[in-house]
């Protein structure tokens, strides 16, 4: 623990709202010789030389910034001790009002309350500071070799960049022979400048490249059988045909790409129905075998038939077992099949545009109709579906296609609202329909972990299957920590995308051997070298930190005695928040820490007089940023509030609440990322996690004789700063209704 903590305030940045000089001497005064240097400087940053020399003199082993926010010039303090911050500007000065909503006046000096509040940010940033030890990193062996898994354009790019980077490579390739899907697109859409014209996918020279490479061991026939340990040190057992091959590997880029949407989702649309129609993907196949002779081609985009059929089919299914669950099974699993259909959608608007393009190549006499509900062409491929426009033998409109149907042995496709301004129905001889990108992951294990929490990736419904766990946040980062997903196994994409994709995974990858073998995290907490420390003497096996660790870090042994993986771990706490025994900490985040944070607030005994205290406990990734950008933007809030940083509402543990009570503080507000379908939390759960124990916490204030609306918990996002201060006040608001904490003064 710090024995010796420097205290530095930053009068530029807060000076003029508050008395510096005061604070400093109340400083001096409570806190003695744990904090034997109190300055304050007049710009902090560059103070910098000037507090290298106090930590070298006095033996310091904590700094303690009193300024701006923490994210502010972070990178200008990296000094041989502990540092922390205590957020005085944006937090404090900036985003005070007063009690009454009345705007300060500095004029005669800082408003009590402010400087109360002050005061305490101060003695609570000391005491985190008491609390916390420097943590020693645990780093493993950090091999440097990746393995890929699935061998396409994805798997291949990634390969070869990995080998290029200076990695072994192990490529794993299920079928007897490398290329994927890009087997049957000899021709693709652009891949590089001018963006206007398709081009060769060049495969057999990624191949060679892959297979010509010493760095690159290839195994085809093969799957994973197993995959466990942790990054840097992965041991994956290969089952191939001559037997299982074991490796040692440090990070695994998985590339295994899409299936097709089985064909009854399209039955709507005449697939499986209707000879004359056939999917994107059969087409193609179609194409490159010589097999098409039809020349009045219909390309359909429009699948609303389909989305709309899939409900009333499923619905229909459940009719005679409402309750039963195969039945509710089935209606959840067809809505999300057909929904990929919309997330394809891009692809297909790409791949549609290039079939329509090689039909008109191949025969001048050909006509090629693209019906579409949605034209969507991502980035600069723009290029290529204006010159597709301009494209002798292809006409494009927008319209709803409300049926495809055999008329007398022609096909028929009927068109409503179209560009044109008229309703009319299509001749066709062919119809092509889009189609539906699944990424493997949905259908089948393509790892095997060897895990606590079992053999797959875990709720990979949020994502429909797909395997990437944060699109917004984290590309490429999968609920495994050391896989990486790249390609359409992480979201539908056109080829050129694919080969960027693996690119980025390479270099996630890349990021992840290195952060490893130096024992830190590499994500989203990179370079954190603190890791959850266990007390196993008072450990009773309930195995609540195993089941809600977001990301598998914890195995336990026969006995239900938890196994901890470091590298696995991205340091969010939210197992020393399950933990009903306090167990488990990190040298510089801990139970006891937090409450004794809590604990330092001066609390005033009279209510009315004197306000409630409001404890707000706010996730440091979406809720501190949006705090601070409302107080930079002049958006203050009430005065009663402390906020604390938590690494993820996930840690929250339901001591601290607890300890607030029992403190006398009158309410408690949980401030975190969305969850739910619109999540957006770094740690993928934990908001989720922390309303289920919320429910838990409000039994116990009930059997306590205590308000349970007294602790709410409230989503924000990070970008939703100037809707911050409206929520503090509505619950500091409600408080006041409500009355003081019955244990206040007890």
């Given amino acids: 623990m710090a024995g010796k903590i420097g205290v530095y305030f930053d009068m530029q940045n807060i000076g003029g709202g508050l008395d510096v000089e005061a604070l400093a001497a109340q400083t001096r005064e409570k806190w003695g010789e744990l904090a034997p240097v109190v300055k304050v400087c007049p710009v902090l940053a560059r103070a910098v030389e000037e507090i290298r020399a106090d930590i070298s003199d006095k033996k310091l082993d904590g700094v303690l910034l009193c300024g701006a926010s923490s994210r502010a010039e972070c990178d200008v303090y990296r000094l041989p001790a502990q540092v922390e911050h205590v957020n005085l500007r944006e937090q404090c000065v900036l985003s005070y009002k007063n009690s009454d909503g009345s705007p300060p006046d500095f004029s005669s000096g800082a408003p009590e309350d402010l400087v109360i509040m002050a005061r305490d940010y101060v003695n609570m940033g000391v005491v985190k500071l008491q609390k916390s030890e420097s943590p020693d990193p645990a780093p493993v062996a950090g091999v440097a070799r990746i393995l890929v898994i699935g061998g396409g354009v994805s798997g291949l790019t990634a390969a070869a960049e990995s080998a290029a980077t200076g990695y072994e490579v192990v490529l794993v390739e299920k079928s007897a022979r490398l290329g994927g899907a890009a087997v049957n697109i000899p021709v693709t859409s652009p891949l590089a400048p001018d963006w206007s014209d398709k081009q060769s996918a060049n495969l057999n020279m990624k191949i060679s490249a892959v297979t010509g490479n010493p760095k690159i061991t290839v195994y085809l026939d093969a799957r994973m059988q197993t995959l466990s340990g942790q990054p840097g040190e992965f041991r994956a057992t290969i089952a191939t045909a001559h037997g299982p091959v074991s490796v040692e590997v440090g990070a695994v880029i998985l590339a295994t790409g899409w299936k097709a949407l089985d064909d009854k989702y399209l039955a709507p649309m005449g697939l499986g129905r ?251 907490r990179s370079g954190d070298a603190s890791y959850p420390v266990f007390n196993f003497v008072r450990c009773t096996q309930c195995k609540r930190c195993t089941e809600e660790c977001p990301f598998g870090a914890l195995d336990d042994d026969e006995k239900g005695t938890p196994k901890p993986n470091p590298a696995r771990c991205r340091r969010c706490g939210t197992c020393f928040g399950a933990c009903p025994e306090r167990v488990i900490s990190f040298a510089n985040y801990n139970i006891d820490q937090i409450g004794s944070m809590i604990r330092e607030v001066v609390v005033p005994k009279d209510f009315r007089k004197d306000g409630p205290r409001i404890l707000i406990l706010a996730c440091e990734n979406d809720a501190c940023p949006a705090l601070d950008m409302a107080g930079m933007r002049g958006r203050a809030w009430s005065p009663h509030v402390r906020i604390i940083p938590v690494r993820c509402l996930g840690s929250v543990n339901a001591i601290w609440v607890s300890d607030a009570m029992s403190k006398g503080f009158d309410g408690v507000m949980l401030l975190g990322c969305k969850y739910g379908d619109d999540y957006q939390c770094h740690f993928v759960k934990g908001s989720e996690i922390c309303a289920k124990r919320k429910e838990n916490i409000a039994e116990t204030l009930n059997r306590l004789g205590v308000q349970p609306e007294r602790v709410e918990q409230f989503e924000v996002a990070i970008d939703e700063y100037d809707k911050v201060p409206a929520l503090i006040d509505g619950f500091v608001g409600r408080i006041m209704d409500m009355g003081p904490n019955p244990f206040k003064g007890m």
Avoid at 460 to 469: I, N
């Fill in 274 to 524: 209707l000879p004359p129609v056939v999917s994107a993907a059969q087409f193609g196949r179609m194409l490159l075998d010589g097999n098409v002779s039809a020349r009045r081609i219909g390309f359909i985009l429009d699948t609303t038939l389909a989305e709309e059929a899939a409900p009333a089919e499923a619905d229909e299914a459940a009719k005679p077992a409402e309750a039963d669950e195969a039945a509710e099974k089935f209606v959840k699993e067809n809505l999300e099949n057909v929904r990929h259909l919309a997330y394809s959608n891009a692809v297909n608007s790409v791949g549609m545009l290039r079939l329509a393009n090689s039909v008109c190549e191949r025969d001048d006499a050909a006509q090629a109709f693209i019906l579409y509900k949605h034209m969507t062409v991502p980035g600069i491929l723009e290029r290529f579906y204006k010159k597709m426009q301009d494209r002798p033998g292809i006409m494009m409109t927008k319209a709803d296609v409300t049926a495809v149907r055999d008329d007398g042995g022609r096909l028929v496709v009927e068109c409503k609202n179209t560009l044109l301004g008229m309703d009319f129905n299509l001749e066709v001889d062919l119809a092509v329909l889009p189609t539906g990108l699944v990424p493997t992951t949905a259908k089948e294990a393509v790892v095997q972990f060897d895990y606590r929490q079992g053999p797959d990736f875990p709720d990979l419904r949020l994502v429909d299957g797909f395997a990437d766990s944060n699109y917004i946040c984290f590309p490429y980062e999968t609920r495994r920590t050391g896989v990486y997903a790249a390609g359409c196994v992480r979201q539908p994409m056109t080829m050129d995308a694919c080969e960027e994709d693996a690119r980025g995974a390479v270099l996630k990858a890349a990021q992840c051997i290195e952060a490893a073998s130096r024992g830190v995290a590499v994500h989203p």
